[in-house]
C-alpha cells in the first residue's frame, strides 16, 4: 500500500472548486494558449488532447471521470506513449509515490502516462509546484470544460499553500517536490 503524505480536508474542498486558470471546452483552442511542457490531469482531458493531435508531455489517468469508468474509447485513445508508471493513491489524497512519479516524469525525456489505481483528481496541485515556469498543466472543471494552468511564481506559491493546509506530512510533500 503506498504511503498517504497529505489528505484533503472535507473542510477545504470549497477552496479547490475555483480554476487555477481560464476554463476551455474546446482542445484546440486551450492548445493555441497553452506552452510547453504540457502536462494533462485527467482522462477526459488527455483524451481530448490526444484527439486535437497533441500528446502531451505528462499524464496522469484513472480510467475514470467523476468517480464512473471512462468509456472504452477513452482508454484506448490514451496510448502512444514512451514511459508507462503505475501508481498508488487512494481518493482525496497524495502518496509519496505519485509525487515521485511525477518528479520523474516531468524530468524525463520523452513522454510519460501515469497509471493511478486509485485516483489523481489533486495531482494538479502537485504539478503546478513542480513544473518549470511557463509550464502549462491541463486538468479537468467537472461539467464546465477544461482548465488551463500556466505555471507562474505566484501560482506556485498559491498551490503550495493549498498544499500545506492540507492533513499530513507537508514538509515531506516540499521535499519531494524540491527542485
Known amino acids: 500500500m503506498a504511503e498517504v503524505v497529505v489528505e484533503l480536508p472535507e473542510e477545504m474542498r470549497h477552496e479547490l472548486k475555483e480554476p487555477l486558470g481560464p476554463v476551455y471546452t474546446e482542445a484546440e483552442v486551450l492548445l493555441a494558449e497553452a506552452t510547453e511542457p504540457i502536462i494533462a490531469v485527467g ?17 496522469l489517468v484513472d480510467g475514470k ?54 485516483e489523481e483528481d489533486l495531482a494538479a496541485l502537485p504539478a503546478i509546484v513542480t513544473a518549470p515556469d511557463g509550464a502549462s498543466v491541463v486538468y479537468g472543471q467537472p461539467n464546465e470544460g477544461m482548465v ?31 527542485p
Open 43 to 59: 482522462d477526459i482531458v488527455t483524451y481530448h488532447l490526444l484527439t486535437a493531435g497533441y500528446q502531451p508531455d505528462v499524464a
Open 65 to 118: 471521470t467523476k468517480r464512473e469508468r471512462v468509456e472504452r474509447e477513452v482508454l484506448d485513445a490514451i496510448d502512444g506513449f514512451d514511459h508507462q508508471i503505475e501508481v498508488e493513491n487512494p481518493a482525496g489524497t497524495l502518496t509519496e509515490e505519485l509525487l515521485e512519479a511525477l518528479v520523474d516524469a516531468i524530468e524525463r525525456p520523452g513522454t510519460v502516462v501515469i497509471t493511478v489505481i486509485g
Open 148 to 178: 488551463l494552468a500556466v505555471v507562474e511564481e505566484g501560482l506556485r506559491i498559491d498551490c503550495r499553500n493549498l498544499l500545506e493546509k492540507m492533513d499530513g506530512d507537508y514538509t515531506r510533500v516540499a521535499s519531494i517536490l524540491a
